[in-house]
Nanobody
Framework: QVQLVESGGGLVQAGGSLRLSCAAS??????MGWFRQAPGKEREFVSS????????YYGDSVKGRFTISRDNAKKTVYLQMNSLKPEDTAVYYC????????????WGQGTQVTVSS
C-alpha cells in the first residue's frame, strides 16, 4: 500500500512562491501528479512526472509558473510554484498511479495553499 504525505502549503502574497513536497512510501509508482481543488470548483490537474525518464506535464493554467521535479533517492516529488496568483488558492493533493494511463489510485491528505491579493 502506497502512502503519500504532502507538505509545504501556506499563505503567500500574490507574486510570491511556495514549494510543495510529496513523499511516497510503501510501493512503486509509475508516476505522480499534483491536483488542486478550490471551494465550489472541480478538482483540477496541475502537473505530473514519471519516476523514470524526463517526462513532465502541466495544466494550462500553471504552465510557465510551476515546475515539477523529483528526487528518486528520497521518493519525493516537488512542486515549485512561482508567480502565484489568488486564483491558485486551493487544497493541493499529490496522487500516484501504477500504470501509464491508469487512474490515480493513491492520494495524499492535501495541503492548503492560500494566495492573498
Amino acid at each position: 500500500q502506497v502512502q503519500l504525505v504532502e507538505s509545504g502549503g501556506g499563505l503567500v502574497q500574490a507574486g510570491g512562491s511556495l514549494r510543495l513536497s510529496c513523499a511516497a512510501s510503501g510501493g512503486t509508482l509509475y508516476d505522480m501528479g499534483w491536483f488542486r481543488q478550490a471551494p465550489g470548483k472541480e478538482r483540477e490537474f496541475v502537473s505530473s512526472i514519471r519516476w523514470s525518464g524526463s517526462s513532465t506535464y502541466y495544466g494550462d493554467s500553471v504552465k510557465g509558473r510551476f515546475t515539477i521535479s523529483r528526487d528518486n533517492a528520497k521518493k519525493t516529488v516537488y512542486l515549485q510554484m512561482n508567480s502565484l496568483k489568488p486564483e491558485d488558492t486551493a487544497v493541493y493533493y499529490c496522487a500516484g498511479r501504477v500504470v501509464f494511463g491508469g487512474d490515480y489510485i493513491y492520494w495524499g491528505q492535501g495541503t492548503q495553499v492560500t494566495v492573498s491579493s
